[in-house]
């Protein structure tokens, strides 16, 4: 063997030793085996963050009423102002904790040796950086980087860290934004962590809405997240965070801080993340480390909000501006649906004989007359392609009907969203009108002298209101409002009309406050609640139809923006089923189970859905119809398929987003269908309109389109989705009026009856028609 390969090869055997040596240093672990957090490890003493002064380099940006400014050491962190007032600071990371020999080592910069540490302004950005060793000689790096968005009142952060050897990170703050230190301190006027927390000046992770560990929420599952907004108001103003959700992260929100004590309150981003399995929910420690190889960046991407407002929805607000809702769910071809949906009435257990249960349940909701099945059967017949079916539906929805009271039409139902549209359908409508304003006048007899709706308990039932704060709720005070408004609106009579807007204007005793408690049946009064926006932004539609105040107009939407946060805008698995699902309550049924978080049930979101869809046919600047079609085409994709015939074109009264289950009882395809009638028709299941020059309202079982309003002669178009003759119901009438219809008076009086006594005209309609009146 010559020298130049003895010398090769005594090289190459040389480096693998020292490659050997230099690894064996390093505590490898094989990628397969978790490493183990020790358990009731505990943070160490955490250094308290201050309002500190700036230095007159400090670094500053701004974006619309958003100021952020860096101290020139890092370790300080920014101060954030809204409006030229402190709002609260910002902290980088300054404590890493990993498992060293089977123990968690802190490494804490603030105490230990810092380098490279700089801040400065840098092409519009600030940029600060600086490096710490940790006990076991690792370099841990950190960079920062900040900069206006094009959305004022947005700033990105991103914040880089590397470590110069493996270490199995226990626990790292990537980002900790503490509302409140040296301002408000840890009093607020709401928070929200959407998902899990709608709060007012009170405790998050409390055990006013769910008692046990599940009350924690401080670090959840991040599945439990419906989309990742985190904001706490007060004194006018509000601070936000955003980030983009990557399993690798897991939120914090702790209000007040009883979390890092700062005496305010704490939003941020940890690492590792929360997936369900790796920790014990609301834990700040997972149960097992996660990896960080040698030099590999870990990055967070986030966004601080901020700006004014007398609640945490402007917060809401600038996050969809931030971050345009997502794309729909896959939309099913009409016939698909319709055959599903057809399903549903004729071939699942939902229906026994002429009668027809709420829901399928052992023991539960027996069955009964129902003319809204009736209705939503005759709907799809209209639209069934298939003749055979067609003559099914027809002939079961005639079935149905022959069982329930006549006067009784438009209130013998199963679904959750009513329309009085099956009386303008099949017949009887002054009874109906009758029925109506009897229902208005038992409404009024529920409201105190002051005019509110108290919490009653009953006789042998739990004390569902004990953790609220007083015996009202929006929700439950909307319910009655809302029903009286229906009922009003429908008989027309002025007077229940006059007292049903007084109760609405009553109902600003809630301004700016949060959606709850509108299922005391079995949620605490405290909850918050989607049904409870639902039920606010419908009353107040109505009240904006009826009069044109735009207060009502401002009320609803309002109430719109408290339902989003219900609603999942990203979705939390990779599975099919997601996106815009929502969450009924944040809470537990009594406090303890079905605990409610990160467990849709889509039929709360689709009464929103409804109202949403009211909302936008007069205010279509907003975005109300894409929430709503993003989830009527959500309760489509979690419904049963034809593939379980006992269910199949049901609703799953709750759905497992993980394992993509459906939760039983299954539910009758009303509503569900409700939603599906506003997104895949043309022509709207039901619709009024009202004349205030003359004050009349018109009802019809389709679109209304009012020509011309002027005094003393209205014109308006009329047309429905019903193939045969419908009804059209005028009401607010003090005597007959000149009628036309298509230009012709003779055949008007053929088809029209006025009701005196009533007030009411009841035309019998088909097709597309033009009617003329001279009130």
Same mark, same amino acid.
């Given at each position: 063997?010559?020298? @130049?390969?003895?010398?090769?090869?005594?090289?190459?055997?040389?480096?693998?030793?020292?490659?050997?040596?230099?690894?064996?240093?390093?505590?490898?672990?094989?990628?397969?085996?978790?490493?183990?957090?020790?358990?009731?490890?505990?943070?160490?003493?955490?250094?308290?963050?201050? $309002?500190?002064?700036?230095?007159?380099?400090?670094?500053?940006?701004? *974006?619309?009423?958003?100021?952020?400014?860096?101290?020139?050491?890092?370790?300080?962190?920014?101060?954030?102002?809204?409006?030229?007032? @402190?709002?609260?600071?910002?902290?980088?990371?300054?404590?890493?904790?990993? !498992?060293?020999?089977?123990?968690?080592?802190?490494?804490?910069?603030?105490?230990?040796?810092?380098?490279?540490?700089?801040?400065?302004?840098?092409?519009?950005? /600030?940029?600060?950086?600086?490096?710490?060793?940790?006990?076991?000689?690792?370099?841990?790096?950190?960079?920062?980087?900040?900069?206006?968005?094009?959305?004022?009142?947005?700033?990105?952060?991103?914040?880089?860290?590397?470590?110069?050897?493996?270490?199995?990170?226990?626990?790292?703050?990537?980002?900790?934004?503490?509302?409140?230190?040296?301002?408000?301190? +840890?009093?607020?006027?709401?928070?929200?962590?959407?998902?899990?927390?709608?709060?007012?000046?009170?405790? *998050?992770?409390?055990?006013?809405?769910?008692?046990?560990?599940?009350?924690?929420?401080?670090?959840?599952? +991040? @599945?439990?997240?419906?989309?990742?907004?985190? $904001?706490?108001?007060?004194?006018?103003?509000?601070?936000? @965070?955003?980030?983009?959700?990557?399993?690798?992260?897991?939120?914090?929100?702790?209000?007040?801080?009883?979390?890092?004590?700062?005496?305010?309150?704490?939003?941020?981003?940890?690492?590792?993340?929360?997936?369900?399995?790796?920790?014990?929910?609301?834990?700040?420690?997972?149960?097992?480390?996660?990896?960080?190889?040698?030099?590999?960046?870990?990055?967070?991407?986030?966004?601080?909000?901020?700006?004014?407002?007398?609640?945490?929805?402007?917060?809401?607000?600038?996050?969809?501006?931030?971050?345009?809702?997502?794309?729909?769910? *896959?939309?099913?071809?009409?016939?698909?649906?319709?055959?599903?949906?057809? $399903?549903?009435?004729?071939?699942?257990?939902?229906?026994?004989?002429?009668?027809?249960?709420?829901?399928?349940?052992?023991?539960?909701?027996?069955?009964?007359?129902?003319?809204?099945?009736?209705?939503?059967?005759?709907? %799809?017949?209209?639209?069934?392609?298939?003749?055979?079916?067609?003559?099914?539906?027809?002939?079961?929805?005639?079935?149905?009907?022959?069982?329930?009271?006549?006067?009784?039409?438009?209130?013998?139902?199963?679904?959750?969203?009513?329309?009085?549209?099956?009386?303008?359908?099949?017949?009887?409508?002054?009874?109906?009108?009758?029925?109506?304003?009897?229902? $208005?006048?038992?409404?009024?007899?529920?409201?105190?002298?002051?005019?509110?709706?108290?919490?009653?308990?009953?006789?042998?039932?739990?004390?569902?209101?004990?953790?609220?704060?007083?015996?009202?709720?929006?929700?439950?005070?909307?319910?009655?409002?809302?029903?009286?408004?229906?009922?009003? +609106?429908?008989?027309?009579?002025?007077?229940?009309?006059?007292?049903?807007?007084?109760?609405?204007?009553?109902?600003?005793?809630?301004?700016?406050?949060?959606?709850?408690?509108?299922?005391?049946?079995?949620?605490?009064?405290?909850?918050?609640?989607?049904?409870?926006?639902?039920?606010?932004?419908?009353?107040?539609?109505?009240?904006?139809?009826?009069?044109?105040?735009?207060?009502?107009?401002?009320?609803?939407?309002?109430?719109?923006?408290?339902?989003?946060?219900?609603?999942?805008?990203?979705?939390?698995?990779?599975?099919?089923?997601?996106?815009?699902?929502?969450?009924? !309550?944040?809470?537990?049924?009594?406090?303890?189970?079905?605990?409610?978080?990160?467990?849709?049930?889509?039929?709360?979101? =689709?009464?929103?859905?409804?109202?949403?869809?009211? %909302?936008?046919?007069?205010?279509?600047?907003?975005?109300?119809?894409?929430?709503?079609?993003?989830?009527?085409?959500?309760?489509?994709?979690?419904?049963?398929?034809?593939?379980?015939?006992?269910?199949?074109?049901?609703?799953?009264?709750?759905?497992?987003?993980?394992?993509?289950?459906?939760?039983?009882?299954?539910?009758?395809?009303?509503?569900?269908?409700?939603?599906?009638?506003?997104?895949?028709?043309?022509?709207?299941?039901?619709?009024?309109?009202?004349?205030?020059?003359?004050?009349?309202?018109?009802?019809?079982?389709?679109?209304?389109?009012? /020509?011309?309003?002027?005094?003393?002669?209205?014109?308006?178009?009329?047309?429905?989705?019903?193939?045969?003759?419908?009804?059209?119901?005028?009401?607010?009438?003090?005597?007959?009026?000149?009628?036309?219809?298509?230009?012709?008076?003779?055949?008007?009086?053929?088809?029209?009856?006025?009701?005196? *006594?009533?007030?009411?005209?009841?035309?019998? =309609?088909?097709?597309?028609?033009?009617?003329?009146?001279?009130?």
């Amino acid at each position: 063997m010559n020298d @130049l390969i003895r010398f090769l090869i005594v090289s190459i055997l040389l480096n693998v030793a020292v490659g050997a040596s230099a690894r064996a240093q390093l505590p490898m672990v094989p990628a397969d085996k978790p490493v183990v957090v020790p358990a009731q490890t505990v943070l160490p003493e955490w250094p308290h963050p201050t $309002a500190f002064f700036p230095a007159p380099d400090s670094p500053k940006i701004r *974006s619309g009423d958003l100021e952020l400014t860096y101290s020139t050491d890092p370790l300080e962190g920014f101060l954030v102002h809204v409006n030229g007032r @402190l709002m609260g600071v910002g902290c980088p990371p300054l404590t890493f904790g990993y !498992v060293h020999s089977n123990e968690v080592h802190w490494l804490k910069c603030v105490t230990g040796t810092v380098q490279n540490s700089k801040a400065g302004l840098v092409r519009g950005q /600030i940029e600060a950086s600086y490096q710490c060793s940790d006990p076991d000689g690792a370099v841990w790096r950190v960079t920062q980087r900040l900069r206006p968005q094009r959305i004022p009142g947005t700033f990105e952060v991103q914040t880089e860290i590397t470590v110069d050897q493996d270490r199995s990170v226990a626990f790292v703050p990537v980002l900790l934004l503490f509302p409140g230190v040296g301002a408000f301190q +840890t009093s607020k006027g709401q928070g929200l962590f959407a998902g899990l927390e709608y709060l007012e000046n009170e405790p *998050s992770s409390s055990e006013a809405d769910v008692i046990g560990p599940s009350s924690n929420r401080r670090v959840p599952d +991040t @599945l439990k997240v419906t989309f990742p907004l985190m $904001a706490i108001q007060a004194n006018g103003a509000y601070l936000g @965070l955003t980030w983009q959700m990557r399993p690798q992260f897991s939120p914090i929100f702790d209000s007040p801080d009883r979390t890092f004590k700062s005496g305010a309150h704490v939003m941020g981003l940890l690492f590792p993340g929360s997936n369900g399995k790796n920790r014990t929910e609301g834990s700040l420690m997972p149960v097992t480390a996660e990896r960080l190889h040698p030099n590999e960046p870990l990055t967070l991407r986030a966004t601080i909000l901020g700006g004014t407002g007398n609640s945490v929805v402007p917060a809401i607000q600038n996050f969809v501006k931030a971050r345009p809702l997502p794309p729909l769910p *896959s939309a099913p071809p009409l016939q698909d649906y319709v055959q599903q949906a057809s $399903a549903g009435w004729l071939t699942s257990k939902i229906r026994e004989g002429n009668l027809v249960r709420h829901a399928l349940a052992e023991g539960s909701f027996k069955p009964q007359p129902a003319a809204d099945a009736a209705l939503w059967m005759k709907w %799809l017949a209209v639209r069934n392609s298939d003749r055979a079916k067609q003559a099914d539906l027809e002939q079961t929805a005639a079935h149905i009907l022959s069982v329930v009271s006549p006067e009784q039409y438009n209130s013998a139902g199963v679904g959750h969203i009513r329309y009085p549209a099956e009386c303008l359908v099949f017949g009887e409508v002054a009874r109906n009108a009758e029925q109506a304003a009897q229902k $208005a006048h038992s409404l009024l007899s529920r409201f105190a002298p002051d005019g509110s709706i108290k919490f009653m308990v009953e006789r042998g039932q739990p004390d569902l209101g004990k953790t609220h704060f007083t015996n009202e709720a929006s929700g439950l005070t909307s319910r009655v409002v809302l029903d009286l408004l229906e009922a009003a +609106t429908f008989c027309g009579q002025a007077d229940l009309i006059t007292n049903a807007l007084q109760h609405l204007r009553e109902m600003d005793r809630f301004h700016d406050g949060v959606p709850r408690g509108a299922q005391t049946w079995e949620c605490p009064l405290h909850t918050p609640d989607i049904l409870a926006a639902a039920q606010m932004v419908r009353a107040y539609t109505l009240g904006y139809e009826l009069t044109g105040d735009i207060h009502f107009l401002e009320e609803a939407r309002y109430w719109a923006w408290t339902g989003i946060p219900f609603v999942y805008l990203v979705n939390p698995t990779e599975a099919p089923v997601g996106l815009y699902a929502t969450i009924a !309550v944040y809470g537990a049924t009594q406090w303890r189970a079905p605990v409610w978080f990160g467990l849709p049930v889509q039929w709360c979101g =689709l009464v929103y859905a409804d109202a949403l869809y009211r %909302l936008g046919g007069v205010d279509p600047g907003g975005p109300w119809k894409q929430v709503a079609d993003g989830i009527t085409l959500s309760g489509m994709q979690q419904s049963w398929t034809e593939a379980d015939p006992q269910n199949a074109g049901l609703l799953p009264d709750s759905f497992v987003l993980r394992e993509q289950k459906r939760n039983g009882p299954a539910i009758n395809p009303a509503t569900l269908e409700a939603c599906a009638a506003n997104y895949l028709a043309e022509i709207p299941p039901y619709e009024f309109r009202c004349s205030r020059t003359n004050d009349l309202i018109v009802h019809a079982p389709g679109r209304i389109q009012f /020509i011309s309003d002027l005094k003393g002669h209205v014109t308006f178009k009329v047309e429905s989705w019903v193939k045969e003759s419908y009804f059209v119901l005028i009401n607010g009438l003090s005597r007959r009026p000149k009628l036309k219809i298509n230009g012709s008076e003779g055949a008007s009086e053929a088809v029209a009856d006025f009701v005196e *006594s009533q007030g009411l005209l009841i035309l019998r =309609l088909s097709g597309l028609n033009m009617v003329e009146l001279a009130p």
